[in-house]
Every structure is written in C-alpha cells, then in structure tokens.
C-alpha cells in the first residue's frame, strides 16, 4: 500500500463526529428513545463520541451498544474458516427505538445489511439509522447513510483507513492505493 492522501485529521474527525451528532438531533427531534449501536470495530468509538456529545449538546444519555455483525456476513466462508467472534453488547431494549448503526465507512452495503439482520434478531425498532464518517461509494445493495462525515469518491484500487484513538494509538482517516 502507498500512502495518498490524508482525509481527516483528528480535530476534522471531531467535527465530522459533532456534525454527525447534531444531525441526528435535527433528524429525531431529540434524543429520546434514540439508540446508538457501534459496528465492531472501528463503529463502537465513534458510536460513543456521538453519546458523549448528544450528552453534552442535550443533557441526555444515550445507551451506546456494541454488535458483532461476524455470524450475519454473506462473505463469512470467504473470510476464516474459523471466524473470530468478538461478540455484541447491547445490554438494551430495542423496541420502539431509534436505533442508529454506526460506523466507520460504508463502501458495499454488505456490512449494513448484516448488521440490519442482527439488530432485527434483537427486536422490532422504531427505526433504522446509519451513520457512517466515510461514505466511499461503490454500492452492491441499495443501503444509504443517512447520516455522513464525509463523501469521499474513490477507486475500488484504494483503500481508506480510519484509525481511533482507543484502537489505533491516534485518530484520522488516511487514503491509501494498492500497489
């Protein structure tokens, strides 16, 4: 891999993040019987960035959960014959809610739609959101986010690579191209 470009710095993701949070109030009129849930891996810390700040733009707390889409992939026999299994977290009821998903970048779909099947095994939601920092493009299914960071067009030659602090050691979003 070659370095391109840098996409976001950790202050731009901050605000991307903020942004974010702000359209979800806008969107949901509030926060209440919203939900958040964070796609394992990445989605999990920017899942909480958003509580912290719908904490701080409302006075509010909103649950953040954890799921692990790894059993709902189409791919998984692709992937590993023995798959790693991170498990989720989501220690909430779900009925009635706004769930909104979230994660670091839609690219497919096919990571949506897992996670769409997941959260339906948990209960029947009020709605579905997704929120995503990057949205790259190159959709196989018709899935959307309604709430985005940043449009980021790209080649299925590149690679965009989000980093979070609690994962990663720092924070930003870095394009890449395959060799």
Known sequence: MNFKAKIFSEDEVKRAIARISHQILEHNKGAEDTVLVGIRTRGVPLAKMIAQNLRRFENLDVPAGILDITLYRDDLSLKSEHPVINGSD?????????????????????????????????????TIQLAVLIDRGHRELPIRADYIGKNLPTSRNEIVSVKVAEIDGDTGVDLYTLL
Do not use: H, S, W
């Open 90 to 126: 989501i220690p909430f009821n779900i009925e009635g809610k706004n769930v909104i998903l979230v994660d670091d970048v839609l690219f497919t779909g096919r990571t949506v739609r897992a996670a769409i099947d997941a959260i339906m095994d948990l209960g029947r939601p009020k």
